[in-house]
């Protein structure tokens, strides 16, 4: 891998116009990657995932080297109907599109900060694996107190051109003081056997809200890493919901730290998993300052010899008092084959703090089937309807109205 | 009132801090093969067991120290301990209780273990291990009687060779992890204990162990197997006088309950925890665990760990037989510079298998605490259920408490339910015991004892008594 790595490494510089101090620091983050290789279970952090091993199983060799010169045509048919939205896409990784069209442009800037790398507390060699390989980096800084009049929706969209590629993806959000942001991550995947390796990183000022929906409905044959790091200030608030389900294997890591009192976060997740689908959320949410708050509600359904797994933590540092951190997770396990990890972590240093978390796993209910069925359902419909349920309890935690209906109707969980 | 305060006076200062002056005879210096034979010959051992042991030596050469805990300690130099240490006077051994060194049986006086009356009176037989081998065991003629052998593991190997040689090892191999294949090799004494099939054991069975020599690790090993329909509570008491360096204690104990079998185990832990800035203590390495191997067999931990500069510990338990079940309660408490690292497996492997965790934990001062446990119900494990309680106490904000739990389903037709929680003492509950006339101190010890109450209940009656005032002692100055 080593060779190859080295290989692709320089074919993709080629045709940047980097600076000989740019090309030493991606250098430096490739050989770091060279040297830790992809993560392995050896790693506590990946002890349920291990990604080298799936890599290896799934997609064996991988390139590395993306020919971005030429630009890929924009398949509108994937953009979503009837809710008015701006726009960034990407196409094998390439961004092609970025539209703000419902918004005041003085109030939105765009920054390349392409020569920039990123550094996080908590992350692993595939944060040197994307500092090495991104090639357009972009900052989206929204302005002091403009609050966006549409969602913006990121299109990730691959297609059958790719396979068996490595695709590093990179973003900024900068939201300054009173500023709001309501963020939807949609995958389109008609590729087979591609690894992403998508790094995003929030800075949330004063009073800022940002809300982040992550969908990876479509089934696809893709293995996905996705790192989300949040900075919160004083009084901001952070909403993240995950559905997971589409792709062979995915991982999201939400790592947020809570750095001004009154700073809130609040995670959401939901697996629906089958077909051998092997699915991970890692969160760690630091309350760093006093009178932070935490939510996290995890649940999943698993069939098919699926398998997911939740690593939650809560860190609580000694000056954090006050802080009110909860977390729980819940799952169904459909399928004798079927798998659930969990791993809810609380590691606390203050002592006026209230932190609990739950963790529950089984089957689906024999007497609430029952007592449907004896209603006149049939076992089919109970069993929907109860799972239907379970999920909905996540979905409805969604604060944004628009945003809750689109996704209820994505999944087609019926009310 | 002026009773209790005397009591606690009298309890402040680790009481058992004392050491006794008694000659001892020890091994070389040090961890080689001949330190292991020559261990093995003054045992006067058979020939498999020396090979059982320089087995686990040669496997423990390979080995690595895990540094994966969240307690981290200096380095331990494993050439610089003294593995055998014996009171002199043991060399030959005495027949009865009367011909024991009195400056010996003094020691447990002070520890407060009733070796001849109140033994009798309490109905407790004691094999007590002073160092590392074991003084004298009581109340042996009741037991022999029933056919239950409870005796120092070095006399089982002597004269109960068929079982020893066929348990010994099985649920914690040689090839287990650092300290236990340490053990493995080194072990000096310990209990053992077999109650025949259908019987149920008279009386609670118990060990106190004591570290009296400097310098020394206490590498006890404890085998207890419950044949076909027997019961036996077992109980193990700890403490270790008062010196500056740490000592390190990395004890071995497997439990083997076969079909429809119960066994009981409890642990108040009270080490020398080492003084208020922390220095000097013991290590507190211990690997327990249990086997339930046959069906409808039951194994259930308690542990009320107050003692030891660090406590680094998971009992477990291995579900393998039908419908078993097994139990973990546990009070673990740290003041001062103390720090724990404790919790428990469950491992589900037979199907209908039930496991339940019980965990408090209270920290204090500059001291840390970690509850780390799994649960694993396996692919065949239909029907298991699992649940899980941990909750912790801070008491200030140089402390920490942390849980960190590993749940694994791989079975759908079980479930799993976990909970924790982490919590201070709410002022409303002070105010509310203050103002009906308790002083800080006693408002603190009577809802720490509320919040414990839990595992304390499982304790057989006597333990149960000191415990309770381990609990209040432990915290002492803590609160204010």
């Not at chain 1, 976060?265 to 077909?275: I, K, R, T, Y």
């Not at chain 2, 686990?56 to 805990?69: G, H, I, M, N, T």
């Amino acid at each position: 891998m080593k060779e190859q790595l080295q290989k692709d490494f320089y074919n993709s510089i080629k045709n940047l116009s980097l600076s000989q101090k740019d090309i030493e620091i991606k250098k430096f983050c490739l050989d770091n990657f060279i040297d830790k290789g992809f993560p392995n279970r050896k790693e506590e952090d990946w002890k349920f995932s291990d990604l080298n091993q799936i890599i290896k199983n799934n997609i064996g060799e991988l390139s590395f080297y993306n020919d971005q010169t030429s630009t890929n045509k924009v398949d509108t048919s994937v953009f979503v109907d009837g809710l008015e939205h701006n726009k960034i896409v990407f196409i094998n990784g390439r961004i092609e599109k970025i539209d703000f069209e419902y918004e005041k442009k003085d109030q939105i800037e765009i920054i390349d900060q392409s020569e920039t790398i990123n550094e996080f507390e908590n992350s692993n060699s595939l944060s040197d694996l994307n500092n090495a390989f991104t090639n357009k980096c972009f900052k989206i800084l929204v302005k002091k107190g403009y609050q966006l009049a549409k969602p913006l929706i990121i299109y990730h969209t691959t297609n059958s051109k790719i396979w068996s590629k490595n695709i590093n993806l990179r973003l900024n959000f900068e939201l300054d003081k009173d500023s709001s942001l309501r963020l939807i991550d949609l995958f389109n995947d008609a590729s087979e056997k591609n690894f992403l390796n998508i790094f995003y990183n929030f800075e949330l000022k004063e009073n800022a809200v940002l809300k982040n929906y992550k969908v990876d409905k479509l089934e696809n044959k893709n293995i996905k890493y996705s790192f989300n790091n949040i900075d919160q200030d004083k009084n901001s608030i952070s909403e993240t919901f995950i559905l997971s389900s589409g792709s062979n294997f995915s991982k999201n890591e939400i790592n947020c730290n809570l750095n001004g009192i009154y700073a809130s976060a609040f995670v959401n997740g939901v697996f629906s998993l089958n077909n051998d689908k092997h699915h991970e959320i890692r969160s760690i949410i630091n309350h760093l300052t006093e009178n932070t708050k935490s939510y996290q509600l995890i649940k999943s359904v698993l069939d098919e010899n699926s398998k997911a797994v939740y690593q939650g933590k809560i860190f609580v540092n000694s000056d954090a008092q006050k802080t009110d951190g909860y977390q729980l997770s819940k799952a169904i396990l459909l399928n004798k084959e079927s798998e659930f990890n969990a791993k809810p972590e609380l590691e606390i240093y203050a002592d006026d703090v209230k932190c609990s978390h739950g963790s529950a796993s089984g089957s689906l209910n024999e007497d609430s089937i029952f007592y449907l069925m004896s209603r006149g359902l049939s076992y089919q419909q109970s069993r929907e309807l109860l799972i239907n349920g379970f999920l909905l309890d996540v979905v409805e935690k969604i604060t944004d109205s628009e945003i809750k209906n689109l996704i209820k109707n994505m999944i087609g969980i019926k009310e | 009132m002026d009773n209790r305060q005397k009591e606690i006076n009298n309890l402040k200062d680790y009481k058992y801090g004392f050491s006794t002056d008694i000659e001892n005879i020890q091994a070389p210096k040090g961890l080689n093969e001949d330190v292991i034979k020559f261990i093995s010959n003054i045992k006067k051992e058979p020939a498999w067991m020396l090979e059982f042991r320089l087995k686990a030596f040669e496997r423990f050469k390979a080995l690595k120290e895990p540094d994966w805990q969240k307690p981290k300690f200096p380095k331990i130099d494993y050439q610089d301990l003294y593995y055998y240490s014996a009171p002199k006077s043991m060399k030959d051994k005495p027949k009865s209780l009367d011909e024991l060194d009195p400056k010996l049986l003094e020691t447990y006086k002070k520890l407060g273990i009733p070796l001849q009356e109140q033994a009798r009176l309490n109905g407790i037989a004691v094999d007590a291990v002073f160092d590392s081998v074991s003084v004298a065991t009581t109340f042996k003629d009741e037991l022999t009687k029933q056919g239950i052998i409870f005796c120092p593991i070095s006399e089982a190997i002597q004269n109960h060779p068929e079982l020893v040689k066929k348990y010994l090892g099985s649920v914690i191999p040689t090839s287990d992890h650092f300290f236990a294949t340490l053990n493995s090799a080194v072990f000096t004494d310990g209990s053992f204990v077999y109650i025949p099939e259908g019987v149920r054991c008279p009386m609670e069975l118990s060990t106190y162990f004591r570290i009296n020599a400097s310098n020394t690790g206490q590498f006890e090993r404890t085998l207890i197997i419950a044949d076909k329909g027997s019961y036996v509570s077992y109980l193990e008491g700890c403490t270790a006088p008062m010196r500056d360096e740490n000592q390190l204690h990395a004890a071995n104990v497997e439990l083997i309950a076969l079909d429809d079998a119960e066994i009981k185990y409890s642990t108040v832990q009270n080490w020398y925890p080492g003084d208020q800035d922390g220095k000097g203590g013991i290590y507190n390495f211990v690997t327990k665990r249990g086997l339930c191997k046959g069906k409808n067999s039951k194994i259930s931990w308690t542990q009320v760990e107050t003692g030891s500069a660090i406590t680094w510990k998971y009992p477990s338990c291995i579900l393998k037989g039908d419908n078993s079940v097994g139990e973990f309660y546990s009070i673990a408490i740290t003041n001062n510079y103390q720090k724990a690292d404790t919790g428990t497996k469950m491992i589900h492997l037979g199907k209908n298998t039930k496991s339940k965790i019980i965990s408090k934990g209270i920290s204090a001062g500059s001291s840390d605490m970690t509850y780390r446990g799994l649960v694993d119900i396996s692919s065949k494990a239909n029907n298991s259920t699992n649940y899980t309680q941990c909750d912790s106490l801070l008491m200030g904000n140089k402390c920490g408490a942390h849980t960190v739990p590993y749940i694994k389903n791989k079975n759908s037709e079980s479930n799993i339910a976990h909970e924790a929680t982490t919590s201070k003492i709410s002022e409303e509950q002070l105010h509310y015991c203050q103002q009906r006339g308790l002083n800080p101190e006693e408002a603190v010890g009577l809802i720490v004892n509320g919040f414990c109450k839990e595992v304390l209940q499982q304790l057989p009656m006597e333990f149960a008594v000191e415990a309770q005032k381990l609990v209040g002692i432990s915290l002492e100055g803590s609160v204010g």
